[in-house]
C-alpha cells in the first residue's frame, strides 16, 4: 500500500509540473484531492512529501514592488533638491503603515556627518543617533516620534573641519489607535533601565493579534505599525525585522511573513495558503493559519517557523525550514516522530472548537549554532527539550516525569535545586549567552506556572514567574537560578502567552500577558540583583484576544538611521 501511494504521488505531481501555465484549474483541482486524501508516512504522522503539497509557501512581490515604488520617488525628490538645511523636504510615515516614523532628505554644500536628535519629554526620552559617514546627500530616517502632537527634532551637521550647524524640522502626527488601549506607568527608574546608547530601545508590546508598539521609559508611545501582527516580531541579522501579518487586510488569518523594517518599507514576503482538511469532514477544506506561535533565522539566514502541518487531525506540532531567497522548504521537523507516541494519541488535556489535538502547542524555540542543537517549548506537555538539528536525536527534555514513557526517562534534567518546581504551561524559551559556557547552558523562560499534562503542585496557578536555570548537559542536571513573580502572587498569574528575556544591566523584562484572567497584560523589568523593579506599565481596555504575546526590548536604531534610497530590493 505504501508502495502505491508513492507511485501515485510521484504520477500526480509529474502531471502537475507537466501541465504547465495553461493547466492551472486541472492542477488546482489535482491539488485538492492531494489535500483532502492526505498521504501518511504511518498512521497519525504525515509524510514529508505531504506537508510540503500542504503548506507551499511562496514569494509574493506585490508589497516589495509597492515600497520600491516609493522610495524611487524619494531618492528622484533628494535629487532635486536645493543645497542647503532650510531647503530640507520632512515626511512623516514614508511608507506609509508607521506613523510615527520619519524621513528627512536634505542636501549639504560640504560633506558631514550627522547626529539626530528625536526630542522627548525627559533626557532619558530623548532619542539620539549618530550618522559617522561624510556625505552631500542624506536621507535620515526618524523613529521615536509621539503621536498626537508637533514633535521637535534636530540634525546636528558636522564638517571634517570639525565645524557644526543645526537644524530642528517639526513632524506632526495624528493620534495612536484606541486598538492599543491604556498603558498606565506605575514605576519608571530610567537611570537603572537597560535603555541602551541614545536611550533608543523601547519595550514593544507584541500582538497577539493586533497593533504592536512600542513604549519609552515614561511608558509614551513612540512607535506602532498599522499591519496587524500576530506573535512574531523579531530582528534579522541584516537588522530589519521578521513579522507575520495577513495577506491583505480583509483576511482573517495571519498567512504573509514579512521581512520589513520599523519605517514600513518590505524587503521580502513569504504567502502561505493555508488550505487543510477540517476534522469533521476531510472531504472539505478550510483556510487556517499555517505559522502560529514563532520563526527564528538561523545562521545560514533560513528562516525555522512552527507550523500547522495541514494535518485534519493534529495542530501546531510541526517545523519547517525555508530557503530564504527560494521560500523552498528545505526540512521538516514533525514533533510526532521525535517525542512518545502517548503523548498525542491519548492527550486530554485540553479542547479546540474545531476538533483538532493540539497536545504539544509548541510556542518557541531557540537554536545553538554552537552545539547544533535546537530547544523547543511545548505548553500543552508542560516541556521544553533539546534536539540535534542535523539528526532530530534527543538530546535532553526538563520536565516532570509524570505520564512520561520509561524509555525517555533517560533524557530527563535531574534537578539539583531542593524542591525544584517544574515548568508548567511555559513560554519564551532563549538562551543566555552571557550565562553558556562549555558544557553548561544559561536558559531562560517563562513559566506560566500552569501544568497542562505533568508536574501540577499545590503552588499551580497560584502567581507566574520570569525564570533562568543553569543546565549542565554532561552531568544532565538542571539548577535553578533566578525566579521572579511569586511576590506579584494571583493578579500576575497568566494562563497562557508571556515572556521573560535578559535585557542588560542584570535586567529581565517580564511580559505578564494573560494577567487578570486576559483583561490587562503587564510588562515588568526587574533586576536580577535586587529584584527591584525599575520599570511597570499596565495595559488595559484594549480588544479581547489582543493580549500582548511577548514583551521584548528592542532598539529602534540596530544599525544606520541613514535610508539607503539606492536599494531597490527584487524579492
Excluded at 485538492?32 to 504525515?46: C, E, F, I, R, S
Excluded at 507551499?56 to 536645493?82: D, E, F, H, M, V
Excluded at 493555508?274 to 527564528?296: C, M, Y
Excluded at 521573560?500 to 515588568?524: D, Q
Aim: glycine content about 6%; cysteine-free.
Amino acid at each position: 500500500m505504501k508502495k502505491f501511494w508513492k507511485i501515485s504521488l510521484g504520477v500526480v505531481l509529474a502531471l502537475i509540473v507537466i501541465g504547465g501555465a495553461g493547466a492551472y484549474h486541472e492542477r488546482h483541482n489535482v491539488r485538492k484531492v492531494l489535500l483532502v486524501h492526505q498521504h501518511y508516512h504511518k498512521k497519525n504522522v504525515l509524510s514529508t512529501n505531504q506537508i510540503k503539497l500542504n503548506l507551499r509557501p511562496a514569494i509574493s512581490t506585490k508589497n516589495t514592488t509597492a515600497t520600491n515604488k516609493i522610495t524611487a520617488g524619494y531618492r528622484q525628490q533628494l535629487a532635486q533638491l536645493t543645497p542647503g538645511v532650510a531647503h530640507a523636504k520632512v515626511i512623516v510615515n514614508p511608507y506609509e503603515t508607521s506613523p510615527l516614523s520619519g524621513l528627512i532628505l536634505v542636501k549639504t554644500q560640504a560633506a558631514t556627518k550627522v547626529k539626530l536628535t528625536v526630542h522627548g519629554d525627559t533626557p532619558k526620552t530623548t532619542l539620539t543617533k549618530y550618522l559617522p559617514k561624510y556625505r552631500t546627500n542624506h536621507a535620515i530616517g526618524v523613529l521615536g516620534l509621539y503621536a498626537n502632537r508637533t514633535n521637535r527634532v534636530t540634525l546636528t551637521f558636522t564638517k571634517k573641519n570639525g565645524q557644526k550647524t543645526y537644524a530642528t524640522y517639526t513632524m506632526r502626527t495624528g493620534k495612536a489607535p484606541k486598538e492599543i488601549g491604556k498603558n498606565t506607568l506605575k514605576t519608571s527608574h530610567p537611570k537603572k533601565m537597560a535603555l541602551g546608547k541614545g536611550n533608543n530601545r523601547l519595550t514593544f508590546a507584541v500582538s497577539s493579534q493586533g497593533i504592536t508598539y512600542g513604549l519609552d521609559a515614561q511608558g509614551k508611545i513612540r512607535w506602532y505599525s498599522t499591519n496587524l501582527i500576530s506573535h512574531v516580531f523579531k530582528r534579522l541579522a541584516n537588522n530589519h525585522l521578521l513579522i507575520l501579518t495577513k495577506i491583505s487586510a480583509s483576511e482573517h488569518k495571519y498567512n504573509a511573513l514579512r521581512e520589513t523594517d520599523f519605517y514600513g518599507r518590505v524587503y521580502r514576503q513569504y504567502n502561505f495558503e493555508g488550505k487543510f482538511p477540517t476534522r469533521q469532514d476531510h472531504n472539505k477544506l478550510e483556510t487556517n493559519t499555517v505559522i502560529h506561535h514563532d520563526a527564528i533565522e538561523l545562521p545560514n539566514h533560513n528562516l525555522l517557523l512552527t507550523v500547522d502541518d495541514g494535518s485534519s487531525k493534529y495542530v501546531e506540532d510541526t517545523m519547517i525550514e525555508i530557503d530564504y531567497k527560494t521560500a523552498k522548504i528545505v526540512k521538516v521537523i514533525d514533533l510526532k516522530r521525535i517525542l512518545p507516541k502517548s503523548a498525542y494519541t491519548q492527550y486530554t488535556g485540553t479542547k479546540r472548537p474545531d476538533g483538532k489535538i493540539d497536545w504539544f502547542h509548541q510556542n518557541s524555540m531557540v537554536y545553538d549554532a554552537k552545539k547544533d542543537e535546537l530547544i523547543v517549548s511545548g505548553r500543552n506537555q508542560d516541556m521544553i527539550f533539546a534536539i540535534n538539528y542535523k539528526t532530530t536525536n534527543l538530546k535532553w527534555i526538563l520536565a516532570s516525569p509524570d505520564k512520561l514513557p520509561k524509555h525517555y526517562q533517560q533524557y530527563l534534567l535531574q534537578p539539583t535545586t531542593q524542591n525544584y518546581r517544574y515548568n508548567g504551561g511555559q513560554h519564551a524559551v532563549n538562551i543566555i549567552p552571557q550565562q553558556t559556557k562549555g558544557d553548561t547552558i544559561g536558559l531562560e523562560f517563562y513559566d506560566n506556572n500552569v501544568p497542562v499534562t505533568r508536574g501540577k503542585t499545590k503552588q499551580s496557578k497560584k502567581w507566574s514567574a520570569g525564570e533562568i536555570v543553569s543546565i549542565n548537559q554532561l552531568e544532565h542536571t538542571v539548577t535553578k537560578t533566578w525566579s521572579f513573580g511569586k511576590t506579584l502572587g494571583q493578579r500576575n498569574f497568566t494562563n497562557i502567552v508571556g515572556s521573560s528575556y535578559a535585557v542588560g544591566r542584570n535586567n529581565t523584562l517580564i511580559g505578564f500577558g494573560y494577567a487578570s484572567n486576559g483583561k490587562r497584560s503587564e510588562f515588568v523589568e526587574v533586576n536580577r540583583k535586587t529584584n527591584q523593579i525599575v520599570f511597570d506599565v499596565n495595559r488595559t481596555h484594549f480588544k479581547h484576544g489582543d493580549w500582548s504575546y511577548r514583551a521584548q526590548r528592542m532598539a529602534l536604531y540596530p544599525g544606520s538611521a541613514s535610508v539607503d534610497l539606492n536599494e531597490i530590493t527584487t524579492k
